[in-house]
């Protein structure tokens, strides 16, 4: 492992004005998306909605550092024979690449999932790394109820996959994005999901020191602290800015490069109005950016629509959600729209 060449990633994937577009959407997960909006879901309209994405020039070179690729694109080619991968490269982006398998149900555990795809790992790097990923992620779920959901088994098995899976990354000279996500569709309010984060989050680091992972060379992927979306009493903006850095502070160390959220259970705007919220409160020991995959492509998707006299107006609306996004971390959007309102 060569230390110094992954922090030299990883700092590059929290430049400041830049974030993540996380493209990784398994293809069941995109075929909802495209229901949508009207589209029949083929190898070749994922493909085509993709490209359309990498080659949005304005947002791939000015706003977004990293793309997460999904394993069917990472080998996929444009239609003019280039690949996609290549197309990222070019736009000076760096490629990463989804490498947990989904979820099972965790035995004696009911209601409660474990990530998989530890199983030949090594070997899956190995060949992403060939292929031009730099940096790879793997998303933990994690549950919130009122029965005594998560549990500490739910909790610590993740945590020690997550752990399993940075060790592997870095070995194969992979910046890991490590992602524990506690789930936003509860009724749950934010103090109770602050809690839950913040034991997720320790147990996270502890299971990350045991096996020797860098955090000079690996990227945070957490949730904000949010109410969750049945809860009948929302949280301002500025009181999920001011728990969700209070939880970091207390939780990660300031060895980690970049912290770099994930937009569950929020709408486009949300998201970036709390990012926008937590760099203004400045005096951050890491760098705060975005990891959206929703929140930056639900306008493109709309926008596209499947046509290809529609692809301008797609690659404008991405182009539109990842600037505003780039204003939120750096703590420039919120002035931003007071000065286009004066």
Not at 151 to 170: D, E, F, I, P
Not at 261 to 277: I, K, P, R, V, Y
């Amino acid at each position: 492992m060569n230390l110094a060449d992954l922090n030299k990633v990883a700092q590059a994937m929290v430049v400041p004005g830049k974030g993540i577009l996380a493209a990784d959407e398994s293809s069941g997960t995109i075929t909802k998306r495209f229901d949508a909006i009207g589209v029949t879901s083929t190898e070749d309209s994922r493909r085509d909605y993709r490209e359309m994405l990498f080659r949005s020039t304005d947002a791939m070179t000015h706003y977004i550092s990293g793309v997460i690729l999904y394993d069917e694109t990472i080998w996929q080619n444009a239609k003019d024979g280039t690949p996609l991968i290549k197309l990222i490269e070019q736009a000076g982006a760096i490629p990463g690449i989804k490498v947990d398998e989904g979820t099972q149900p965790l035995p004696a555990c009911p209601g409660e999932l474990v990530t998989v795809g530890l199983d030949r790992l090594a070997e899956r790097l190995k060949k992403y790394y060939e292929r031009g990923a730099r940096f790879a992620k793997w998303r933990a779920v994690i549950d919130i109820n009122a029965g005594g959901i998560p549990s500490m088994t739910a909790v610590g098995v993740n945590a020690h996959a997550l752990g399993r899976y940075a060790a592997l990354c870095q070995a194969a000279q992979i910046v890991p994005i490590v992602e524990p996500e506690v789930l936003m569709d509860g009724d749950h309010d934010i103090d109770r999901c602050l809690e839950v984060t913040t034991r997720v989050l320790n147990v996270t680091f502890q299971e990350l020191r045991k096996q020797r992972v860098a955090l000079e060379g690996m990227i945070l992927k957490p949730n904000m602290a949010i109410s969750g979306k049945k809860c009948a009493k929302q949280a301002s903006v500025q009181e999920v800015a001011d728990k969700t850095v209070r939880m970091l502070k207390a939780c990660v160390p300031a060895a980690v490069p970049g912290i770099a959220f994930l937009s569950g259970g929020q709408s486009d705007e949300e998201a970036t109005a709390h990012l926008d919220a937590m760099n203004r409160i400045g005096n951050l020991p890491w760098k705060l950016t975005f990891s959206y995959g929703r929140a930056l492509q639900a306008a493109p998707q709309k926008a596209w629509a499947g046509k290809a006299e529609n692809v301008a107006a797609g690659q404008r609306a991405l182009n539109h959600r990842a600037r505003m996004n780039s204003l939120a971390s750096r703590g420039e959007w919120q002035a931003d729209l007071e000065k286009k309102a004066a």
